[in-house]
């Protein structure tokens, strides 16, 4: 069978597997899960078969850190390494889960992104790297990439994308729910019964300033805020506090996009040298009570007043994990019931966006625009994403 003849089998197949890629802006390595999926929109219907992380080496992290300031050779030669990287972890996936590449059906591939350019004082552009056509050809496995290009097409932001996966998952019907990711930075979805009326949208940070500080704490060997412990020590600067508050992003109407441009390492690099007579310990706490308030303020201020009758929140990622932030955000929205979803589905949770991205490949197999105009800020719903076979 030629790729043509494979590319039709799987187009006209009414259940497939994929595996969805998922690397965010910490940049610290690849999530990967393998997914079954069926049925037609909405009522869709996945079960997780297989979940597996790797970790990028510090020299390769450190490099692609490099990558916002680099010259395009480094630039070509990282999306080639990476999609290199992908490749020899998806076949490492496929040995170590006895899995034949003839019975997956595609890979969805976020790729790395190392730039995104978004809102009405920018041209909007966005640079996801790894080379879907080399995943492809690596792997032997129709390869979905660049889904956020379609939706910037059409005058939309290109992010978030997740609100259609998050209301194909967690709709619940009569009711308004929330679901919140907590990775590198916080981005909300709003479900209710009809995707068209879905908000969405980055409140600002989430795990940036708490990883940041985190690093420099003494005798952390892990690097991050685990569990909340270390952030659990220490006491909020209040100086420190309103002058990351003073961010002109929060007062901003959504749909909004936030990344390193506006809450990366540079914004807490000039804030540690500011303060460098504080403790690390307290800078922490400062960093979690930054994301904390900034969460909270995003649903008084723009949330409850489109949404009044939202019944809950379901954190989501990595920070959902953190109980010192999690309990300081119920602690500030007492009327809501807040709920870790890490707590509830480990692995749903932690591979959520992994996730996210096989059902999109999904869609766009299925020939379904999967973007949502109201959180994006397209004209139109548009099919997502690039086919390499």
């Given at each position: 069978m030629n790729n043509i003849e494979r590319l039709k089998e799987v187009l006209d197949n009414n259940s497939r597997k994929i595996i969805?890629?998922?690397?965010?802006?910490?940049?610290?390595?690849?999530?990967?899960?393998?997914?079954?999926?069926?049925?037609?929109?909405?009522?869709?219907?996945?079960?997780?078969?297989?979940?597996?992380?790797?970790?990028?080496?510090?020299?390769?992290?450190?490099?692609?850190?490099?990558?916002?300031?680099?010259?395009?050779?480094l630039i070509s030669e990282y999306n080639f390494r990476i999609a290199y990287f992908y490749s020899d972890c998806i076949n490492s996936f496929l040995k170590k889960h006895s899995l034949n590449k003839k019975d997956i059906d595609a890979i969805g591939s976020h790729g790395q992104t190392v730039f995104h350019q978004s809102g009405k004082n920018?041209?909007?552009?966005?640079?996801?790297?790894?080379?879907?056509?080399?995943?492809?050809?690596?792997?032997?496995i129709i390869t979905v990439s660049n889904f956020r290009e379609g939706d910037m097409a059409h005058g939309g932001q290109g992010a978030p994308l997740v609100p259609y996966i998050d209301y194909l998952l967690f709709r619940e019907k009569d009711s308004v729910v929330s679901l919140n990711n907590l990775g590198s930075i916080s981005n909300l979805s709003i479900i209710s019964d009809s995707i068209?009326?879905?908000?969405?949208?980055?409140?600002?940070?989430?795990?940036?300033?708490?990883?940041?500080?985190?690093k420099l704490v003494e005798g952390n060997i892990a690097k991050i805020d685990t569990d909340g412990d270390f952030s659990a020590q220490g006491k909020v600067l209040d100086n420190v506090l309103n002058e990351l508050l003073s961010n002109p992003y929060f007062s901003k109407e959504p749909p909004k996009a936030a990344?390193?441009?506006?809450?990366?390492?540079?914004?807490?690099?000039?804030?540690?040298?500011?303060?460098?007579?504080?403790?690390?310990?307290?800078?922490?706490?400062?960093?979690?009570?930054?994301?904390?308030?900034?969460?909270?303020?995003?649903?008084?201020?723009?949330?409850?007043?489109?949404?009044?009758?939202?019944?809950?929140?379901?954190?989501?990622?990595?920070?959902?994990?953190?109980?010192?932030?999690?309990?300081?955000?119920?602690?500030?929205?007492?009327?809501?019931?807040?709920?870790?979803?890490?707590?509830a589905d480990p692995r749903l949770s932690t591979y959520k966006e992994a996730i996210a991205?096989?059902?999109?490949?999904?869609?766009?197999?299925?020939?379904?625009?999967?973007?949502?105009?109201?959180?994006?800020?397209?004209?139109?719903?548009?099919?997502?994403?690039?086919?390499?076979?």
């Open positions: 969805g890629t998922m690397s965010g802006m910490s940049m610290d390595g690849l999530d990967l899960c393998l997914i079954e999926i069926s049925g037609d929109f909405p009522d869709i219907k996945v079960k997780i078969l297989e979940t597996e992380s790797f970790n990028y080496s510090s020299e390769f992290k450190e490099n692609l850190s490099l990558l916002k300031s680099a010259d395009v050779s920018h041209f909007n552009s966005t640079l996801q790297i790894g080379s879907g056509k080399i995943i492809s050809e690596k792997t032997g068209q009326n879905t908000l969405a949208y980055d409140t600002g940070p989430a795990n940036l300033p708490i990883d940041f500080f985190a990344g390193y441009g506006e809450f990366g390492p540079e914004l807490y690099s000039m804030i540690k040298n500011k303060y460098n007579s504080e403790s690390n310990i307290d800078l922490l706490r400062t960093g979690v009570e930054f994301s904390a308030v900034t969460i909270a303020n995003s649903y008084k201020d723009f949330v409850f007043k489109k949404f009044p009758g939202l019944s809950k929140i379901i954190f989501t990622g990595g920070g959902a994990r953190n109980k010192t932030l999690i309990n300081r955000i119920r602690e500030l929205l007492p009327n809501i019931k807040v709920e870790s979803l890490h707590e991205f096989a059902i999109l490949a999904n869609e766009t197999l299925s020939g379904r625009a999967a973007n949502v105009p109201s959180a994006t800020g397209a004209s139109q719903a548009t099919i997502l994403g690039q086919i390499s076979f």
